[in-house]
């Protein structure tokens, strides 16, 4: 059994399917971004200044964050995001993904439209 989830806006939100339950499922778009070009699509698409900037040496996340988190963030750091292989994304939508900049570059419109 697959249940379709609808987010709020109506929007295809996910896939639920029961097996897969405690599991992941590599779903991603093409294309590789670092934090700092992803700041640079965030500037454009809202239109003010958004920054990638480094923690200072020894600080730590904020309480309650996930255990691994500061290891990805460093691990970003050294090798970018890679978006990956969009195969299984693209099989579940049923259409090619969106990349990083599109999808940040439409939520940039969306908001200029937003009433």
């Known amino acids: 059994m697959k249940v379709l989830a609808i ?5 295809f939100a996910g896939l639920v399917v029961p097996a897969l339950v405690s ?3 590599d779903v991603r778009a093409p ?8 700041a640079e699509l965030m500037t454009e698409a809202a239109g003010r200044e958004v920054i990638a900037e480094d923690l200072p ?3 730590t996340l904020p309480p309650g964050q996930p255990d691994g988190l500061g290891a990805m963030f460093a691990e970003y750091d050294r090798h970018g ?7 299984v994304l693209r099989a579940v939508l049923q259409r090619a993904p969106r990349t990083v900049p599109s999808y940040i570059a ?7 439209t937003a009433p």
Do not use: C, Q, W
Request: net charge positive; no cysteine.
């Open 23 to 25: 599991h992941g499922i």
């Open 81 to 87: 995001f890679h978006g990956g292989n969009p195969l």
């Open 106 to 112: 439409e939520l940039g419109a969306a908001r200029l």
């Open 31 to 38: 294309g590789m971004v670092d934090r700092v070009r992803l």
């Open 57 to 59: 040496a020894g600080s």
């Open 7 to 11: 987010g709020a806006t109506g929007k």
